[in-house]
């Protein structure tokens, strides 16, 4: 167990809907990154967070945006859903970003798009 | 650009060594990283290098490192059905202020009896 939880475990929805997805960090950890895994894409990063702003963006498309609170916990929320955005999106934690960044995964979300 | 390349598949005999390789392209990396995700969960730290190191040992992990060819790879000695994983390079790219792993697309490594 790596300590960062993420709801739901599975989401299904259909096109051009809106979803939320959620992360809670490892007690402690100010930085929260979010990746898209996808077998023709890999694991994509989208965005970083650290202690409430945002840091480090990735390869995220512009339905897509995510935010961090106040209790560190973060959401990335995504609008106008399309096929191609089933995929299992990661959450992972660190301490900081500093040069050596362990990252912490949580177990993910898997998002089916009908 | 950042690309993290490494093969798709691997598949050994149990107790054989398991070899992955990985290439890289940002040279100002400062550590790489090798993360393992078993089936269904989420990816977990296995080792790291620092840049200034050519090889690291860990019980039956060696990580060795060629900064002239941008170049890490993996060996686990005496390998075990266990170890059936998908193993993901990293390097660190920064960013906008932070160092961020960037991942290549993981080598699924298959042990057979």
């Known amino acids: 167990d790596s300590g960062v939880t993420q709801t739901p475990k599975h989401l299904i929805t259909a096109t051009g809907q809106r979803v939320t997805l959620r992360c809670s960090p490892r007690?402690?950890?100010?930085?929260v990154y979010w990746y898209q895994q996808s077998l023709d894409q890999g694991l994509q990063f989208l965005i970083q967070?650290?202690?409430?702003?945002?840091?480090a963006k990735g390869n995220i498309l512009e339905r897509f945006s995510a935010q961090q609170f106040p209790d560190l916990h973060s959401e990335l929320n995504l609008s106008s859903l399309e096929l191609g955005d089933s995929a299992l999106y990661f959450c992972?934690?660190?301490?900081?970003?500093?040069?050596?960044?362990?990252?912490?995964f949580g177990p993910g979300t898997r998002l089916t798009v009908l | 650009g950042e690309d993290v390349e490494q093969s798709l598949f691997l598949s050994v005999r149990e107790g054989d060594s398991s070899v992955i390789n990985c290439t890289y392209t940002d040279s100002s990396s400062t550590y790489l990283y090798w993360y393992k995700q078993e089936p269904g969960a989420g990816l977990q730290l296995l080792t790291y290098?620092?840049?200034?190191?050519d090889m690291k040992q860990d019980q039956r992990l060696t990580v060795l490192l060629n900064k002239k060819d941008k170049h890490l790879s993996l060996r686990i000695a005496d390998t075990q059905t266990g170890d059936s994983a998908i193993y993901f390079c990293a390097e660190n790219v920064f960013r906008g202020g932070s160092y961020i792993p960037t991942f290549g697309r993981g080598t699924s490594l298959i042990v057979h009896p």
């Open positions: 967070y650290y202690n409430g702003e945002e840091r």
């Open positions: 290098i620092f840049s200034n190191m």
């Open positions: 007690s402690g950890d100010l930085s």
């Open positions: 992972a934690s660190s301490v900081a970003s500093l040069t050596y960044n362990e990252q912490f």
